[in-house]
């Protein structure tokens, strides 16, 4: 079992930033890609940014020159710094860990999600 935890989220006016952090712990798991996803009230889950193992990056378009994925692999720890904030960005942001686990010859794949955090930014 992968446990993942979010931190960071919170209230914040609009041209503000915020800094979110994902840790993920669990042993015998080699952490491959993380990404973060938003859900915003009445909306489905939408991939924000993720960035795998070597450090490739990905982003949706309407965060892409404001926001930047980082992570710790080391740590297996993750970042999301949020700059330029707009009032759309409000929602419950999950921080998502793809891992893999031997046994013996056989790898498996999984998914581990975080519980989220808030964040709301006001006009």
């Known amino acids: 079992q992968v446990q993942v935890v979010e931190s960071g989220g919170g209230l914040v006016q609009a041209g503000g930033s915020l800094r979110l952090s994902c840790a993920a712990s669990?042993?015998?798991?080699?952490?491959?890609?993380m990404a973060w996803y938003r859900q915003a009230p009445g909306k489905q889950r939408e991939l924000v940014a993720n960035?795998?193992?070597?450090?490739?990056?990905n982003y949706v378009d309407s965060v892409k020159g404001r926001f930047t994925i980082s992570r710790d692999s080391a740590k297996n720890t993750m970042y999301l710094q949020m700059d330029s904030l707009k009032p759309e960005d409000t929602a419950t942001y999950y921080c998502n860990v793809e891992a893999t686990r031997m046994y013996g010859s056989i790898s498996r794949r999984y998914a581990y999600w975080g519980q989220g955090t808030q964040v709301t930014v006001s006009s």
């Open positions: 669990g042993t015998t798991f080699v952490i491959n890609t």
């Open positions: 960035i795998a193992s070597g450090g490739g990056t």
